[in-house]
């Protein structure tokens, strides 16, 4: 709930993240690291 109040959002959106959903933006992605105090690092190798 509180993730969900940071993230200006419902918290069925974040239910979505936490259930390992398979089509996330990765916008959506770095408003949820930022909430955490973390950054988004995405790479290929």
């Known amino acids: ?16 993240i936490e259930n390992h959903a398979e089509d996330i933006r990765l916008s959506t992605l770095e408003k949820f690291a930022s909430a955490l105090g973390r950054s988004l690092e995405i790479s290929i190798r």
């Open 1 to 16: 709930e509180k993730m969900a109040e940071k993230l200006h959002t419902r918290k069925s959106a974040i239910s979505r």
